[in-house]
């Protein structure tokens, strides 16, 4: 029965771990430039902790009252009756703006004196720069803030403790020595530099002494940090917020959120008081004027009694002056009501008008319209200059409240006018009641009547006195009891800082991480693009003819390493190929087998010889032919002169006899290639190349051609009528995959029969050995020429002596 052939005993076993293993094996045996990468980036990550600005970050936190989510009692609002007015009306959003807002970071720029200049120091290479606070040696002691030209660094060197050197970088070009305590004043600058504290020593011998510092704007301050401060509610519906800032020195962040908190507290405070405030400035005018009347009364009610030495009024005149006091009470309170509603007709007619609206409870108003109507737009008024820190003026939202402030004055103007006309008409009913009673009162004798007269301009003025001290004092006391809707609940220290840049420890995981992934993408990139053969996978992507053979990659110098090192694992890997032909070839046949590659130095002749040379050490007599006319290397593996053999026999310039040669190895003989023709391809197809292999068939068990590749001539395809089995060797990281694709266009037209594949030099260390042999084009320059000859693979190495004895296998 005829044998058959069977891939799967001759292929590696399938895994589905190969690519896995590849990989592995890409990684391991380039290690060297994943310790490269790992040193670099470790270095770079040190260079980044060692030199790099320390940044804080630092923290605190505030308890803002949300009215939305419940309202706390409001001192003021419980003082005064309708005191509604005097009630803070606060959106944490609103208030989270108000404390981002520029204004406010001005306001606290603005009292932060140490901010408003900048110290540096440098280091001795000026490499390194530290910013100072609070800490530098000396101090800048300047007059005004304003005058001082902002952003220019001055640089000073500490010669001795008297002594420093100034200089002005840029276009200034300016340098002089001074004494400390002198004063400077050149390019604008007005200022004088201090011991920072008097008797502390300013000029270190092992420090470079070299500092800089600049003026700075309380304005771009301000931005600079409201832009960096962080405002968040430690939860979703929270009151409690946390403000954070960043900054290279945690103490001087620290001391600007403990400002900001101050003078946020002060600010919301402020504007609470500034209803009472309003409301008592606007009761002490009142009072001036009816003080100054009540002096007035009282002077002449005292000189009437005396020059009279009148005491009481009769009964009748007590009844009428009873009558005259209510009404002119009456019409005074009236008066008092329609001095306010002019003072809103005012305020309302004023179209920008802002601040607070004084309550209509304070001058004893009750209408409920009028007080809904004006806290209102109190209300309105102070959430639009809220929303004023966060929104600019053309935004919806800002036009929205405008207009529902507008609508709300509108509504206020119409109360205001019915008010006044209401207050007009009860004024002139006091009026024609008081002229009634005058007509009594002109009935009673003229010393009573005069009485009663200057007793009623006292009474009356004296009755609205007391009535305005009542509400001062009320006001006064309900700006007392104002606290702030707001409080502090952690200040801002160095125990809620935290060091946030350079994350020294997270550099380094970083730096592993990336010197590992790096040498591994670069590695994985240059693999995506290498277009060598690898592995097996490599060809079974391109081409159907089964892979019979692995042989490894020789470490010795003899191109007959089967016979220097019989017990070798490359000698194993030959066994393998020769025991794969067995299943392609009949039993008892003489086979024939093509040795042949797609381009040159893939080791075709290595591996012709080591195959002859295996089979003929299993005792089977083996003739090994030389066919690559071109570029013939058996020759010099044997070490032969070039006449005669196969050119010479074909030519018919000799016989068969004349170039069977038999070499030092038992059961091999070889037939050199001779000299090279100039016409080898109609060499192969003389009657002479069938004729050879007729006689040659009845002598030998085994023959083996050395064949051109078949990339570049044809001389292997006019041989397929005599070979039976076809070894096509492909070498490892060297050949293209590109030229499988003619390996499985001839296995496709099926004009070579029993095509099979040799992966040659394979390094078991890794699948890219210990050099990176990389290439991404690979053309076919199989060039010949007589006097050229390109080295292969393993080069020129002599015929070791120890391949002198005789080696037969059993």
């Known amino acids: 029965m005829e044998p058959t052939y069977n891939p799967g005993n001759f292929i590696l076993p399938e895994d589905d771990n190969i690519d896995i293993k590849r990989y592995a094996s890409l990684f391991i045996s380039n290690w060297y430039w994943f310790a490269i990468s790992l040193f670099l980036t470790v270095t770079i990550a040190y260079g980044i902790n060692r030199y790099s600005e320390e940044i804080y970050s630092v923290s605190s936190t505030l308890l803002i009252k949300d009215d939305q989510l419940g309202n706390m009692n ?3 609002a419980s003082v005064l009756p309708g005191g509604d007015i005097f009630k803070s009306q606060q959106n944490l959003s609103n208030e989270m703006g108000i404390l981002k807002s520029f204004s406010l970071n001005y306001r606290v720029m603005k009292e932060l004196d140490n901010f408003h200049v900048v110290y540096v120091g440098v280091g001795r290479r000026r490499i390194v720069e530290s910013r100072m606070y609070n800490t530098c040696p000396f101090k800048v ?11 220019v660094k001055v640089y000073i060197e500490i010669l001795s403790e008297e002594k420093y050197r100034i200089n002005l970088n840029g276009n200034l070009n300016f340098e002089t020595e001074m004494r400390f305590n002198e004063r400077f004043s050149e390019y604008g600058f007005d200022f004088t530099i201090e011991h920072r504290k008097p008797g502390n020593p300013v000029y270190f011998k092992d420090n470079s002494n070299i500092y800089y510092f600049y003026f700075t704007d ?8 409201r832009a960096k401060l962080s405002v968040a509610p430690i939860e979703k519906d929270a009151s409690l917020v946390n403000l954070s800032v960043s900054g290279s020195v945690y103490g001087q962040e620290a001391d600007y959120l403990n400002k900001l908190m101050d003078v946020y507290i002060r600010y919301g405070l402020d504007n609470k008081n500034q209803t009472a405030d309003s409301t008592i400035k606007f009761i002490e005018t009142q009072l001036k004027i009816i003080s100054d009347s009540l002096s007035s009364a009282e002077e002449k009610l005292e000189k009437f009694r005396l020059q009279n030495s009148f005491i009481d009024l009769s009964k009748e005149g007590s009844l009428i002056q009873n009558r005259l006091e209510k009404f002119e009470n009456e019409k005074t309170m009236f008066e008092l009501q329609l001095q306010y509603y002019n003072y809103l007709s005012e305020y309302l007619d004023i179209k920008d008008a802002g601040g607070t609206i004084i309550s209509p409870s304070v001058i004893g108003i009750t209408d409920q319209v009028l007080i809904k109507l004006v806290n ?3 209300a309105i008024q102070k959430e639009l200059e809220k929303i004023g820190f966060n929104l600019s003026v053309d935004q919806p939202a800002f036009e929205l409240m405008n207009k529902q402030m507008e609508g709300a004055r509108e509504a206020l103007r119409e109360n205001v006018r019915n008010g006044i006309a209401g207050l007009k008409l009860s004024i002139s009913e006091s009026n024609r009641k008081i002229s009634n009673v005058e007509v009594e009162i002109n009935k009673l004798p003229s010393t009573e009547r005069k009485l009663i007269n200057i007793q009623r ?21 309900a700006r007392a009891s104002n606290v702030s809707d707001n409080r502090i609940i952690d200040h801002a220290s160095q125990y809620s800082s935290s060091l946030i840049k350079p994350k020294t420890r997270i550099n380094f995981i970083i730096a592993l991480i990336l010197g590992i992934i790096l040498p591994m993408a670069a590695l994985l990139l240059i693999d995506f693009f290498n277009d060598r053969i690898i592995d097996k996978k490599d060809i079974e992507r391109k081409t159907k003819v089964p892979v019979i053979g692995y042989i490894s990659h020789s470490e010795g110098k003899s191109e007959m390493a089967v016979i220097e090192k019989p017990g070798s694992s490359l000698a194993e890997s030959f066994r393998s190929v020769r025991t794969a032909i067995k299943y392609f070839v009949k039993e008892n046949e003489v086979a024939i087998i093509a040795v042949s590659s797609t381009i040159s130095s893939e080791g075709k002749t290595f591996i012709s ?16 032919i030389g066919l690559d006319l071109r570029k013939p290397r058996i020759n010099k593996v044997f070490e032969y002169s070039d006449s005669p053999g196969m050119s010479t026999y074909l030519s018919g310039n000799c016989d068969y006899e004349e170039i069977i040669k038999k070499t030092q190895i038992v059961n091999l003989f070889y037939a050199p290639s001779g000299p090279i023709p100039p016409n080898p391809a109609e060499l192969i197809e003389t009657e002479r190349m069938k004729t050879f292999f007729e006689i040659a068939k009845k002598e030998f068990d085994y023959i083996i051609i050395d064949t051109p590749p078949v990339a570049i001539v044809t001389d292997t395809l006019l041989l397929a009528p005599y070979v039976d089995v076809n070894l096509f060797i492909v070498r490892q990281r060297y050949t293209s995959r590109n030229t499988l694709e003619m390996i499985e266009q001839l296995n496709n037209q099926g004009e070579l029969k029993n095509m099979a594949i ?8 890794g699948y890219y050995g210990y050099g990176m042999r990389y290439g991404y084009s690979m053309g076919y320059g199989y060039s010949y020429g007589y006097n050229y000859y390109s080295r292969g693979y393993y080069g020129r190495y002599g015929y070791s002596d120890k391949t002198k004895g005789y080696y037969t296998e059993e």
């Open 758 to 765: 040799v992966i040659n030099d394979i390094n078991l260390s």
């Open 376 to 378: 209102e737009l109190s």
């Open 457 to 477: 301009n006292f009474d009356l003025n004296n009755t609205v006195y007391t009535y305005l001290l009542e509400k001062r004092s009320e006001s006064g006391i």
């Open 74 to 76: 409001n001192n003021a």
């Open 609 to 624: 010889i080591n195959l002859a040379a295996i089979t003929a050490m299993l005792g089977k007599k083996v003739l090994l």
């Open 141 to 151: 002691v300047y007059d005004s803030l304003k005058l001082e030209p902002k952003g």
């Open 218 to 225: 309380p304005g771009n301050l301000a931005s600079e940090y």
